[in-house]
């Protein structure tokens, strides 16, 4: 019997690469997939850029049989608010939103074939308030919608689609911030800590390979208490 396979976006850095060392020790074939590794990768390495949207359909085609997809890549740009340039919204958008749902439809046919397969999107607790990043907010919001109408559309077929939100997680996401940012959110942290990316990958499997069939539609907060302000 050949192992499961995953599908994990952003890998070459972050959560998405401790999301594919988590997926690679329990035995998962791993595709990671990044527009650039800054150094190591797991499993079988694809080169892409999400910004290239019709190409995605034909590249999940060629991986063959996936059974879970982590999307987990996205852009921030710290611009001041209202002074945001259109080339870095777009390619928010295009990112954080259009490319995740584009690669759900690509992987549902044959999941839908199969009547199994499970999907987990990265959000963040941006999506909950509102955020100095305009669109980067927004587009953590709208995924969270995303996963609802698809856990939906797709959960009579077998299909569980749920997502996670993660707080202040040890990143270069997250390091790029001002500092003025990290103090303002790290002061509602019950722990008072950074979340470390091992700790988000751990439930993006748990939601990707054991959760039960019953978790649908639904988003786990990862974030000791942290919501930005």
């Given at each position: 019997?050949?192992?499961?396979?995953?599908?994990?976006?952003?890998?070459?850095?972050g959560i998405g690469l401790a999301t594919a060392r988590v997926f690679a020790a329990a035995g998962w074939q791993v595709w990671s997939l990044d527009k650039e590794f800054a150094?190591?990768?797991?499993?079988?390495?694809?080169?892409?850029?999400?910004?290239?949207?019709?190409?995605?359909?034909?590249?999940?085609?060629?991986?063959?049989?996936?059974?879970?997809?982590?999307?987990?890549?996205?852009?921030?740009?710290?611009?001041?608010?209202?002074?945001?340039?259109?080339?870095?919204?777009?390619?928010?958008?295009?990112?954080?939103?259009?490319?995740?749902?584009?690669?759900?439809?690509?992987?549902?046919?044959?999941?839908?074939?199969?009547?199994?397969?499970?999907?987990?999107?990265?959000?963040?607790?941006?999506?909950?308030?509102?955020?100095?990043?305009?669109?980067?907010?927004?587009?953590?919001?709208?995924?969270?919608?995303?996963?609802?109408?698809?856990?939906?559309?797709?959960?009579?077929?077998?299909?569980?689609?749920?997502?996670?939100?993660?707080?202040?997680?040890?990143?270069?996401?997250?390091?790029?911030?001002?500092?003025?940012?990290?103090?303002?959110?790290?002061?509602?942290?019950?722990?008072?800590?950074?979340?470390?990316p091992e700790e988000v990958a751990e439930t993006i499997f748990w939601l990707g390979s054991g959760c039960p069939e019953y978790v649908n539609g639904t988003t786990v907060d990862?974030?000791?208490?942290?919501?930005?302000?």
């Open positions: 019997m050949s192992s499961p396979s995953v599908l994990v976006t952003g890998a070459g850095r150094g190591d990768s797991v499993g079988e390495r694809v080169d892409f850029d999400l910004r290239q949207r019709d190409g995605l359909a034909a590249l999940v085609a060629s991986l063959g049989a996936i059974d879970t997809l982590v999307n987990n890549a996205a852009v921030l740009y710290c611009d001041p608010f209202g002074a945001i340039p259109d080339e870095h919204r777009d390619e928010i958008l295009a990112v954080n939103l259009l490319a995740p749902a584009a690669l759900i439809d690509a992987v549902a046919p044959a999941m839908k074939a199969r009547r199994a397969g499970r999907v987990v999107n990265v959000s963040s607790v941006s999506a909950f308030t509102g955020h100095p990043d305009l669109w980067y907010g927004v587009t953590k919001a709208a995924l969270l919608n995303l996963t609802k109408s698809y856990a939906r559309a797709l959960g009579p077929h077998g299909i569980l689609v749920n997502a996670v939100a993660p707080g202040p997680t040890r990143t270069a996401m997250y390091e790029q911030l001002p500092q003025s940012r990290k103090d303002d959110v790290m002061r509602a942290v019950y722990s008072g800590r950074e979340g470390q990862v974030n000791n208490g942290s919501y930005p302000r």
